[in-house]
């Protein structure tokens, strides 16, 4: 059974900073491509950082130079550094593994950031 889940999700003021955590279990992490989507209220889910299994990273305009994506292949577990948080920032933020070429693709049931203006 596979399972993504999150966390180091909360509370932060603007300009403060968060981790969150993907553990991953019952997929061969290496062989996937991580990322990290987030849903603000009222909004369509969004693409914020991706990692593919050859560590090569994308990210979204809006957190150019203040996310920083990254996976632990042996703790099979991917990170999003956030820093400089905005209130912009607040949402659930859900982590992806997706195997390319075999259709799997899985979700975590998301994680809570809230900045507050």
């Known amino acids: 059974q596979v399972q993504l889940v999150e966390s180091g999700g909360g509370l932060v003021q603007a300009g403060g900073s968060l981790r969150l955590s993907c553990a991953a279990s019952?997929?061969?992490?290496?062989?996937?491509?991580m990322a990290w989507y987030r849903q603000a209220p009222g909004k369509q889910r969004e693409l914020v950082a991706d990692i593919d299994r050859s560590d090569s990273v994308n990210y979204a305009d809006a957190v150019k130079g203040r996310f920083t994506i990254s996976r632990d292949n042996a703790k099979n577990t991917s990170y999003l550094q956030m820093n400089s948080l905005k209130p912009e920032d607040t949402a659930v933020y859900y982590c992806?593994?997706?195997?390319?070429?075999?259709?799997?693709?899985?979700w975590g049931k998301g994680t809570l950031v809230t900045v507050p203006s």
């Open positions: 992806n593994a997706r195997l390319r070429g075999v259709g799997a693709d899985y």
């Open positions: 019952g997929i061969i992490f290496r062989f996937y491509d």
